[in-house]
Nanobody
Framework: QLQLVESGGGLVQPGGSLRLSCTAS????????IGWFRQAPGKEREGVSC????????IYVDSVKGRFTISRDNAKNTVYLQMNSLRPEDTAIYYC??????????????????WGQGTQVTVSS
């Protein structure tokens, strides 16, 4: 199985920022759409943001629009999720996932073949 690794999580006060990174070993992310998902205790996993392989598509769940930005740096084989103006309700484990997809991206979890182990984000004063 292809391995994804997330990093950048931590504890931050409300209104603060974090940047999550998703990188891969042994394969290039260039050919994959990448999604960021999160799961809070007692809740289902939800899609947060995704970026397409090459057509420039980015999608955000309504609750993070204007606060989060997804980007990819193919030279570094890394996808980022910049999270600003964090709120307590953003607290969750954040996962990145890779989907072999020619165009676009989406939040259907069954389409993502490869997942990371997750990184904890806690927003609290």
């Amino acid at each position: 199985q292809l391995q994804l690794v997330e990093s950048g999580g931590g504890l931050v006060q409300p209104g603060g920022s974090l940047r999550l990174s998703c990188t891969a070993s042994r394969f290039t992310l260039d050919y994959y759409a990448i999604g960021w998902f999160r799961q809070a205790p007692g809740k289902e996993r939800e899609g947060v943001s995704c970026v397409s392989r090459s057509d420039g598509t980015t999608i955000y769940v309504d609750s993070v629009k204007g606060r989060f930005t997804i980007s990819r740096d193919n030279a570094k084989n890394t996808v980022y999720l910049q999270m600003n103006s964090l709120r307590p309700e953003d607290t969750a484990i954040y996962y990145c996932a890779a989907e072999w997809r020619v165009r676009g991206c989406g939040f259907l979890t069954s389409g993502y073949e490869n997942w990371g182990q997750g990184t904890q984000v806690t927003v609290s004063s």
